[in-house]
């Protein structure tokens, strides 16, 4: 191998060692947004359960989902559930799961049918060139983005766990492993 080439290669194995001691950082950080996001739903859902019960369960105006006082507890649950244990970085793999679950039917049935973005209700009825002139301009209008962007972001926490040195999961892995070396 090239005697220039050799050298930067090592240079950059080293470090990338040094690096791999921040990696708790990336899942932290995806921890920390999501914290509020499912506290705040879950909290919503327990202050007006009677209510969020007949939206699951109402076919006419509502969701339609069959076994409505059983999908509230289980969504209100898990958001509520999911922030605490977010937040403590533990069961973290484990959580993401119905985390996913309560995205994917928040996606297909709440905010499918309102598209990836709503350009088309400020083109039909906004001025769209005057709120376009200074850049793009975004409405959501209620559509897949951020429960997308939040299933995305408990897909990598799957894969990341808590994070190191960052999250009870990560201490609680140390402490066994250290325990089960001394047996």
């Known amino acids: ?34 914290i509020p996001v499912f506290w705040m739903a879950g909290s919503n859902k327990l202050a007006h359960f009677a209510d969020t019960v007949e939206w699951f369960g109402n076919p006419d105006w509502g969701l339609g989902l069959p076994f409505p006082t059983l999908m509230a507890i289980l969504a209100t649950s898990a958001e509520l559930g999911g922030a605490i244990l ?34 088309e209700i400020l083109m039909t009825y906004g001025n769209y060139d005057w709120l376009t002139s200074s850049g793009s301009f975004v409405i959501l209008n209620n559509g897949i983005e951020f ?34 070396g001394e047996k």
């Not at 240079?11 to 950082?25: A, E, S, T, V």
């Not at 299933?151 to 140390?174: K, P």
């Open 147 to 180: 429960a997308a962007t939040y299933f995305v972001m408990l897909l990598a926490l799957i894969v990341l766990g808590g994070g190191r040195y960052v999250s009870v999961d990560y201490w609680l892995n140390h402490w066994i492993e250290k325990f089960h």
């Open 86 to 119: 977010l937040a403590l970085g533990l069961a973290t793999r484990w959580i993401s799961i119905p985390l996913m679950i309560t995205m994917l039917v928040a996606i297909f049935t709440v905010h499918l049918p309102n598209g990836w973005q709503a350009r």
């Open 1 to 34: 191998m090239n005697k220039f080439i050799y050298p930067l290669l090592l240079r950059y194995q080293n470090f990338c060692l040094h690096l791999k001691h921040f990696d708790g950082i990336a899942a932290l950080s995806l921890r920390l947004f999501l």
